[in-house]
């Protein structure tokens, strides 16, 4: 026995220039059906929450899934799956397509080469995909951009549950924030890990989708637009603050990857604020009493 539920939408032209949209969501418990053989133009994520089963891809060969997993179905690669006969399992899936999958591939986000993933916990994407669910009721008028918000969500999560994405992955990656702004090369930072240099390019490329450079080089500019919104240092001062001796060769990388020249980014955002702005992430639930001055 089994229980199926599922909805499949067809978002218009304007929906698919957000970049992703939602083709379908369903959930699923039992002994289902077998699926396939069968390749289909668009993704699909199969969250297997509990149960187990297997499948086989273009290569013939048979993979066990076992709950949590993750399976990629991705577009033009032939597939087969099925659950346990016997056990079954629990499965919610997404449908989804659109033109920003080729960025969340190259980030690692979306795997076709890697369609059976174990994960770590099944509860994040679930939610999501929960969310989706509720989403989908009949004439919700935000359908579209709703589903399609969630499915961005849901790649993120999927991330985060990744079973591969071990604690010493993200221990690497708080110590290469910690030190981003120190004048350090990426062969540096690997020698302070007893990492190679390769060996710290996978690291990060696991945990955060890519290189050991570009995440040096966010954190960098991310803390250069602090100090240029929120002081009033001379620029070749900010260049020193965050790595960079060179305080033309700073202005240039920041203008090249901005967008805008340091000058012009702090004439649109400047908030200058005496003794710089807080460190402590305010909470969103509990802002904090604003009083006025005439308030004793």
């Not at 059906?33 to 013939?60: C, E, F, I, N």
């Not at 066990?64 to 087969?80: D, R």
């Not at 795997?111 to 995909?129: F, K, Y």
């Not at 849901?154 to 990744?162: E, I, K, M, Q, S």
Request: hydrophobic residues 40%.
């Amino acid at each position: 026995m089994y229980q199926t539920w599922m909805r499949f939408f067809s978002p218009g032209p304007a929906h698919h220039r957000l970049g992703l949209v939602c083709l379908g969501v369903g959930l699923q418990h039992g002994a289902l059906p077998t699926v396939g053989p069968r390749t289909l133009d668009h993704h699909v994520a199969v969250v297997v929450s509990s149960g187990g089963g297997w499948y086989r891809g273009a290569d013939g060969r048979r993979t066990t899934v076992t709950a949590p997993a993750l399976l990629w179905l991705t577009p033009g690669v032939p597939h087969h799956y099925a659950p346990d006969p016997v056990t079954g399992w629990d499965e919610g899936f997404v449908d989804f397509a659109g033109p920003a999958t080729a960025a969340y591939g190259e980030l690692g986000y979306i795997e076709p080469d890697r369609p059976v993933v174990p994960l770590s916990d099944a509860s994040g994407p679930r939610a999501v995909i929960a969310r989706v669910v509720r989403a989908a009721r009949r004439g919700n008028p935000l359908l579209e951009v709703e589903t399609a918000a969630a499915v961005h969500e849901l790649l993120v999560a999927l991330r985060r549950a990744r079973a591969d994405l071990a604690p010493d992955g993200e221990q690497v990656l708080a110590a290469l924030a910690r030190d981003a702004c120190t004048p350090l090369s990426v062969a540096d930072h690997a020698a302070r890990h007893g990492m190679t240099t390769a060996e710290l390019r996978g690291a990060v490329r696991r945990a955060a989708g890519c290189t050991p450079k570009d995440y040096l080089l966010g954190i960098r500019l991310a803390r250069a637009k602090e100090l240029l919104a929120a002081t009033e240092l001379p620029v070749a001062a900010v260049a020193r603050r965050v790595g960079y001796d060179d305080p033309a060769y700073f202005s240039r990388l920041f203008t090249r990857r901005v967008g805008l020249a340091p000058v012009r980014f702090r004439a649109q955002q400047g908030r200058t604020v005496p003794g710089g702005w807080s460190d402590r992430v305010p909470d969103p639930a509990d802002p904090p009493v604003i009083h006025s001055p005439d308030t004793p």
